[in-house]
């Protein structure tokens, strides 16, 4: 399925994503980590604090795009065209990578980058690469 | 504090969540237009181009303040060894990624229209990384360079 060049889109996205980073480090000096939130609720013997801006985090992520789809007038959230076991390979790949990086798209790519951390840099040199070369070529041999 | 500190949880996922929403991120076919490049669609270039000024300049504005306004102490990432954790995960990542098209944050965010494939791909996330803390554990009691002992 083709997709048409939309950069406003994606840079007014982009910058509603540098507000959430500006709201979370400057409000209580975390940084949104999809991940990282995600694994530390995972966690046993997180303190309450912890897990009620996390939890907090995760509703919010999951209410925006409702807000967003209202305010756009037209539904944001798209099924994923591939089938469930190639999307449950897809995330345990995701899981145990992102779980042994400490970081994702967000943690690393967004958030290392802007702070230029050598270990985020090398992070997301690496997982762009991965991607593009899986979805350009390898997932064509599955 | 909890309240205050949960409030600002709550209003940075919205804002996250908006923002993913907005830039096509969570329509998981474009991501997959933007990682293959013989159909490519480089519109979600841009949603990083933006987002990373903008967090830099919190970042630095942030350093010139002793803490957070509703916090102890400003926290931070403390590891700076690119060590093998780092790259193996990265690439099974990166892998993972190009297969579905799903990075953790658009797959959270879809869930209000959630769909047996999209829970399929949580449920293995949530697995993955349980497996990758448990990876991560027994390399810290085999010592800080993460190397088994071995014994001759």
Not at chain 2, 20 to 27: D, F, I, K, R, Y
């Amino acid at each position: 399925m083709r997709t048409s060049f939309t950069p406003a889109a994606a840079a007014a996205g982009g910058l509603f994503i540098g507000a959430s980073v500006w709201v979370l480090f400057v409000g209580i000096g975390r940084i949104p980590g999809i991940s990282g939130i995600v694994r530390g609720l995972l966690r046993r013997g997180e303190g309450a604090g912890d897990r009620a801006w996390r939890g907090a985090f995760l509703v919010g992520l999951i209410l925006g795009p409702v807000l967003a789809s209202a305010a756009a007038g037209r539904p944001l959230i798209r099924p994923d065209p591939a089938s469930t076991p190639v999307l449950a390979a897809a995330g345990l790949l995701v899981g145990v990578g992102t779980g042994l990086a400490n970081g994702c798209t967000s943690g690393h790519g967004v958030c290392g980058v802007s702070r230029l951390s050598p270990r985020s840099l090398a992070a997301t040199a690496l997982f762009m690469a991965c991607g593009f070369l899986t979805a350009s070529v390898l997932r064509r041999l599955l | 504090m909890k309240l205050r500190t949960t409030v600002v949880g709550l209003a940075a996922g919205l804002l996250f969540g908006a923002g993913l929403a907005l830039s096509g991120m969570t329509n998981p076919a474009k991501v997959m237009n933007f990682l293959d490049v013989t159909r490519w669609d480089p519109s979600l270039a841009l949603v990083m181009a933006a987002a990373i000024p903008v967090s830099a300049l919190a970042f630095r504005f942030a350093a010139r303040r002793e803490r957070p306004l509703f916090g102890a102490a400003f926290s931070l990432p403390e590891k700076t060894r690119l060590d093998a954790s780092l790259l193996i995960g990265s690439a099974l990542f990166g892998l993972g990624w190009g297969l579905g098209g799903y990075c953790p944050g658009p797959a959270v965010a879809s869930l209000s229209d959630a769909n047996a494939p999209l829970l399929g791909f949580l449920a293995a996330m949530t697995v993955g990384m349980l497996l990758a803390g448990l990876i991560g554990r027994r390399r810290a009691l085999q010592g800080d360079q993460g190397r088994p002992k071995i014994r001759r």
